[in-house]
Nanobody, 120 residues
C-alpha cells in the first residue's frame, strides 16, 4: 500500500505562483511515475503533468511553459511549481504515483486532492 500526502494548494491572484508537494510513503517500494491530475468545476479530470523515474516529463499543452514538475527520489516526493497562474487553472489537483516492488506493480495510488483557486 502506498500513501500520498499533498500540500501547497490555496488561493492566489492571477499571475501568481503556487508550489504543490506530494510525498509518498508506505511499504518499501520503487516509484516509476509520479504526477498531477486536475479537475476544474464541472469538468473531467485531466492530466496536468507527470515525471518518470528517469526524469523525463510530460505537460499538458495548457500548462506548458508555466508549470514545472520535479521529484526528489530520496524523499519519494513530487513537486509542481505553478507560475503565471490563470483563472482556468482553478480546480482540485490530485497527485498520483505508479509504484512497484520487484515484479509486483501496485494499483495507481491517489492523493486526497488539494484545492487551487486563482482569483482575478
Amino acid at each position: 500500500q502506498v500513501q500520498l500526502v499533498e500540500s501547497g494548494g490555496g488561493l492566489v491572484q492571477a499571475g501568481g505562483s503556487l508550489r504543490l508537494s506530494c510525498a509518498a510513503s508506505g511499504s518499501i517500494f520503487s516509484i516509476n511515475r509520479m504526477g498531477w491530475y486536475r479537475q476544474a468545476p464541472g469538468k473531467q479530470r485531466e492530466l496536468a503533468a507527470l515525471i518518470s523515474a528517469d526524469g523525463s516529463a510530460y505537460y499538458a499543452d495548457s500548462v506548458k511553459g508555466r508549470f514545472t514538475i520535479s521529484r526528489d527520489h530520496a524523499k519519494n516526493t513530487v513537486y509542481l511549481q505553478m507560475n503565471s497562474l490563470k483563472l482556468e487553472d482553478t480546480g482540485v489537483y490530485y497527485c498520483f504515483t505508479d509504484a512497484y516492488r520487484g515484479s509486483y506493480y501496485y494499483p495507481r495510488s491517489w492523493g486526497q486532492g488539494t484545492q487551487v483557486t486563482v482569483s482575478s
